[in-house]
């Protein structure tokens, strides 16, 4: 495996390749990542992944700084996957200007995650931008435990880039039925306890959307009584259409954002 820091160089690698995969992460590697990674190594000839920790696509200060950085122990796990490429850029490489001002994305941008952390996705889809344009991969993997970012940056890649695929992956998740997430690894016992709590009731509760039954304020009240600090929000949205699933054959989906402690976790189901 290359490990490259320096973006010419890394220009100069991939150059030639017809047939790169390319999986962009914040590092913090988990099994949620590798599943990514794989899928990558078995549908492209080569496989390039990213390691940068956007500091454009945190709202706070704090909760950038306190990200899990384990950069060792990622290098390893990815070395032993067969990963081809791993691009450790530096900030200013990234941004030698700064990030950009007047990025557009789709209006479901405003919605879910981006009601509460403004200008969020924006600078998710500025990153993402600034990676094609220097690896100019021929697809691009992203977990749909993310569905939200996952959609908006379909939107934006079809429109801006229609010869890259955008290639969904399935949410893996621990045995308690928690998503894996870098962020777990702040997560207490007590608390991942709490996080497996609120996954078997929405999974529970799911059921009751078939028959028109789901009652979100109880369901808020429910989970807050596990001891969760705060919800975002729990929204049922039809994931075709994202609007709310009026008709019965929908594939909806159960979004979820909330807080344990000052750690935001998300997911959906
Ligand atoms: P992150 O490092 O959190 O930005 O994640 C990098 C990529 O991995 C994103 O496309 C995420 O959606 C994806 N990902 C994160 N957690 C999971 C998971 N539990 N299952 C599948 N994909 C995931």
Known sequence: MKIILNRNKLIKFIDSEKNLGFVPTLGGIHNGHISLIKKSINQCNKTIVSIFVNKTQFNKK????????????DISIIKKLNVDYLYLPTEKQIYPKGPSKNIKISPFGKRLCGKFRPGHFEAV?????????????????FGEKDMQQLKIIDHFVKKNYPNINIIPCKTIREKNGIAYSSRNFLLSTKEKNIASKIYKLLLLQKKNLNKNKLN????????????????????VLDINKLVRPFKKKCKYKVFIAFYLRSIRLIDNI
């Open 62 to 73: 704090s909760d950038f700084k306190k990200y899990p950085r384990s950069l060792k122990k």
């Open 125 to 141: 889809v500025d990153v993402v931008n600034r990676f094609i344009k220097i690896i100019k991969p021929k697809k691009i993997y």
């Open 216 to 235: 979100l304020k109880l369901l808020k009240i429910k989970i807050l009584n596990f001891g969760v600090t705060k919800i975002d929000y729990i929204k």
